[in-house]
């Protein structure tokens, strides 16, 4: 169990790393979209992150969220794409961080990527709907098979 746990974390710092959620992953070199030097509660998610700690990376940027220590948008965005990350997947807590700055923030350097992201959540959402429906339409062909082998063998129909 704990090294399934220390596994999924390593993924999350490598789900981070290969999509450059942070950059270059120095914060002496910027954030991802170019503003310049990342704020202190970036940095210190950063090395959570690098640490394989994406909740407690997580709990620092909501945190700097509600005192307002750094840009917002920023904070915002960098705790929607943790939301995403593969060991927390929080797809609800990812949709409002990035409609936050969708709707809070028009002049955000983070605002056209948070939008394409949430047409990508709202893709997933879509496709996990339509797979829900297959399953449950191959649940009643299955069931259909079930009753029709049973009268072909001469038993009794089923009860309805």
């Known amino acids: 169990m704990l090294g399934t746990m220390a596994s999924g974390c390593a993924q999350d710092s490598e789900f981070l790393a290969k999509h450059n959620l942070w950059g270059t992953g120095q914060p002496e070199n910027g954030d991802a979209i170019g503003r310049g030097e990342v704020s202190p509660p970036v940095a210190e998610a950063m090395g959570l992150v690098d640490a394989d700690k994406p909740r407690a ?70 496709y996990k709907a339509e797979n829900a429906s297959l399953r449950e339409d191959l649940k009643k062909i299955l069931d259909i098979d079930l009753e029709a082998e049973r009268l072909r063998r001469g038993g009794p129909p089923a009860a309805p």
């Open 57 to 126: 990376a997580m709990a620092v940027l909501e945190k700097a969220i509600e005192a307002a220590e750094g840009p917002e948008d920023e904070l915002l965005y960098r705790l929607g794409m943790l939301r995403l990350s593969p060991m927390i997947t929080d797809h609800a807590g990812a949709r409002a961080a990035f409609s936050r700055i969708t709707d809070g923030y028009p002049d955000s350097p983070y605002r056209d990527a948070a939008r394409a992201i949430l047409g990508l959540i709202d893709q997933m959402d879509a």
